[in-house]
């Protein structure tokens, strides 16, 4: 086996630019498009199977299934399924609104939650969605009689300013909001028009043995037996428009809301993904991409094993530990795993291998090309600049993930208010009371906090600082460190002891006894002290060097793809993922990286009851959900007496594209993107077609947990249910807006 994979990556490796163009298997499209672009795309995605104009799927009439689509949250995608402002996105997106309503008592994590009626569903502070009205090119607005070459920083003064009031302009115009943003790297400039609806209502969440089953074992990974799904609800003002929360506020009333189709899908079928994918990086340098795969992730991965050691340790330990950490641990594992597998996909793929191949016919046309002088130049300065900078970034991923990645120290900062208070000297009381007040802000951080977890975890990282950054430790570190006899676990007992930060008992309790030379007290804490130490180091030695080698790397990027873009006038580039509106289109498609071990392209709920371990805290499943299953009481929702639960295509996404509608031919609904598989998670920076899948909950899968295992049917109701490919959906004949 291990030959195998062995011998196949010396292929791929070595494999010519040509031959991997020909082994690109139909269908698999590379490629997050601008929705207000898909016009030039539809004889192509005909070609590939869509049956619907693409101005049904985006438009500006207000008849677009763009107004379908919403950001949930800050980085997650949701989309309607009802006229009643009903929301379906992934249960990890819900997953910290849900924290915060959920506590021993009632703990939605355990045992899911499923509203009964609208009377009964819940409020979720500061959650908002936001929808994309219109997007449109305005950088001759922002850009004209900007030369190129023209250095950042006035160049961008200029642009900040333009954006400024364009932005102004359209929301004026519109009474919406506007938020332009940079596209291909700043060559071009789109204003979206959006809405920001911000009275958001916890509908339906299934318990984790079904939401958030297999856990971080199965995260990034195919085949995948999570029902990754959750729903909310929006509610507007009387003119339903965005509004604050008020009991008595309708539900959004939803002209444009996906159609759901339950008759399923077949390998090679077309699928598109309509969602906010983050970030993708698909035209940097090999230099840039050197120091993703070869500093900055290897020093997250290794930092971040040894935080989730000591966490999944204590968390095991009490269910006070778990709820905690959970959503925490879920973050900080999510990224260290699909690292390992970028690493591993870059690797595999020879990926910087072929950009220096790229490079070299870049480099020839530059050395030649007339009208643009600038061309020749930009690799010889990439690779200087990247050289120049790659200690200082190695040392500043140790910063950030081994020592700010202790939570006690990153607390520090917290101390930073406290002292400023002291500092504008006022009068006793009012000096108590304003102290206090920091200290009751900081209570959502302590809710989730263990001390005893956190000295774990200082012992174990800066265990690995000490030793990987010996000729960078800031004084303060040292000193602390010979202070005990170099024993980090004396040195751990001695910082969280005294530290007043290491509780809010504590803090509460210099709050209130607070008198003006305390702010001594909070000088000589060790938490505080280790902060500030490496703070001010970055601050006088890492900070600016960095921060004007990612300027002058921008400046260097957006020239490199304006010349990218001029040399291959044939080639269709799409603008690099930067968190807004986005189609990917692909096919329904198993995966075989590597040789034998063939996945399907679906998983079902046979496999889910076969992995159940009552033992495991991830792998355990729901007893009611074992009962459906043995009764094959699956309602409407089954297939010949099995029950779809998850499936892959070959669309191109990325973090920001969780809870995506993932929709067939006629654009209606048939699953929600919640996954990569771990082969091809480099595909923020290379897509192979041949490894990279994204993975989504099957609809039927989403439907039979809401009504047979929530028994909230009455959603389903709201819903437009359809069932052969063939029908025309209500939602799809859209009224205007
Ligand atoms: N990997 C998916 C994403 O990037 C899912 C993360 C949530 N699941 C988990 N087991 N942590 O968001
Ligand atoms: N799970 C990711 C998210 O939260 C989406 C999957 C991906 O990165 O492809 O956005």
Same mark, same amino acid.
């Given at each position: ?52 104009? *693409? ?39 819900? +997953? ?213 050691? *000591? ?145 774990? *975890? ?6 690995? +600082? ?64 280790? +902060? ?206």
């Amino acid at each position: 086996m291990s030959l195998k994979i062995n011998l196949i990556s010396l292929l791929t490796g070595g494999m010519s630019f040509l031959a991997c163009i020909m082994a690109t298997p139909a269908g698999a499209k590379e490629g997050v498009w601008i929705p207000a672009t898909l016009k030039a795309h539809e004889k192509d995605m005909r070609k590939e199977g869509l049956e619907i104009p *693409v101005d049904q799927i985006y438009n500006e009439n207000g008849t677009g299934l763009n107004n379908a689509v919403v950001l949930f949250g800050k980085g997650c995608t949701g989309e309607l399924i009802s006229s009643k402002g009903l929301i379906l996105t992934n249960h990890h997106c819900g +997953y910290g609104s849900v924290q915060g309503l959920s506590s021993t008592e009632n703990d939605y994590f355990a045992n899911g939650y499923f509203a009964k009626n609208m009377q009964e569903e819940i409020p979720c502070k500061g959650l908002t969605v936001t929808f994309i009205r219109r997007m449109e090119n305005v950088t001759d607005r922002i850009l004209t009689g900007i030369s190129d070459t023209m250095k950042d920083a006035a160049r961008d003064a200029i642009i900040a300013e333009r954006i400024a009031k364009t932005e102004k302009e359209f929301a004026s115009a519109t009474h919406m909001d506007a938020q332009i943003k940079p596209y291909y790297e700043g060559n071009q400039y789109w204003v979206a028009i959006t809405e920001t609806y911000r009275d958001i209502r916890l509908v339906g969440f299934p318990p984790n043995g079904i939401g958030a089953f297999g856990g971080d074992v199965e995260n990034w990974i195919w085949p995948r037996h999570t029902g990754d799904f959750s729903m909310f609800r929006v509610y507007a003002g009387a003119d339903n428009k965005p509004a604050d929360y008020a009991k008595n506020n309708p539900p959004y009333r939803a002209d444009q809301f996906f159609a759901i189709n339950t008759s399923g899908y077949k390998e090679g079928d077309f699928t598109m993904v309509y969602g906010f994918p983050g970030t993708t990086k698909e035209y940097i340098s090999s230099y840039e991409l050197k120091q993703v795969y070869s500093i900055i992730d290897p020093i997250s991965i290794a930092a971040r094993s040894r935080k989730l050691d *000591v966490w999944t340790k204590h968390m095991a330990w009490t269910r006070e530990n778990f709820l905690k950490y959970t959503s925490k641990r879920a973050g900080v594992a999510n990224g260290w795993k699909k690292w390992q597998g970028e690493v591993r996909g870059l690797d595999v793929n020879n990926a910087t291998g072929k950009k220096e191949l790229y490079e070299k016919g870049f480099q020839k046309w530059a050395d030649t090309v007339q009208d643009m002088p600038f061309a020749k130049n930009i690799l010889t300065d990439m690779r200087k600049s990247a050289q120049k900078a790659d200690a200082l970034i190695r040392q500043d991923q140790y910063n950030k993930e081994a020592v700010l990645g202790v939570e006690l120290i990153q607390q520090g900062s917290a101390a930073e208010s406290l002292i400023t208070c002291f500092r504008l000297g006022l009068p006793k009381e009012q000096l108590e009371d304003t102290l206090k007040k920091l200290a009751a802000n900081m209570g959502g951080f302590y809710k989730n906090y263990d001390a005893a977890t956190d000295k774990d *975890v200082f012992i174990s990282l800066l265990t690995l +600082y000490f030793t990987k950054c010996a000729a960078w430790l800031p004084e303060e570190f040292t000193t602390e460190y010979r202070a005990h006899n170099q024993d980090i676990v004396a040195m751990a007992e001695d910082v969280y002891s005294s530290s007043i930060l290491a509780s809010q008992d504590k803090l509460n309790a210099f709050a209130a006894a607070a008198k003006s030379g305390d702010s001594t007290k909070i000088l000589a804490d060790p938490a505080w002290l280790l +902060y500030n130490a490496i703070n001010t180091m970055r601050k006088e030695k890492i900070t600016p060097f960095l921060k004007d080698y990612y300027t002058h790397m921008h400046y260097l990027d957006r020239l490199y793809m304006k010349a990218q873009m001029a040399r291959d006038k044939k080639k269709d580039f799409y603008p690099d993922a930067n968190l807004t509106l986005r189609v990917s289109y692909g096919k329904v498609k198993g995966l075989d990286p590597e040789g034998p071990a063939t996945y399907s392209f679906q998983t079902r709920l046979n496999e889910v009851v076969a992995l159940d371990d009552s033992t495991s805290d991830i792998f355990k499943v729901p007893k009611k959900l074992k009962e459906l299953y043995r009764k094959k009481d699956y309602g409407r929702w089954g297939v010949n007496g099995t029950m779809p639960v998850a499936f892959i295509a070959s669309n191109h996404t990325s973090g920001g594209n969780s809870g995506s509608p993932v929709l067939n031919k006629k654009g209606e609904l048939i699953g929600t993107n919640f996954d990569r598989a771990y082969e091809g998670t480099m595909s923020d920076y290379y897509f192979d077609p041949n490894r990279c899948r994204n993975i989504s909950v099957d609809i039927r899968y989403t439907l039979f947990v809401i009504e047979k295992f929530g028994g909230a049917g009455w959603l389903i109701d709201e819903m437009n249910i359809v069932k052969s490919q063939g029908t025309s959906p209500k939602s799809q004949n859209p009224k205007s807006r």
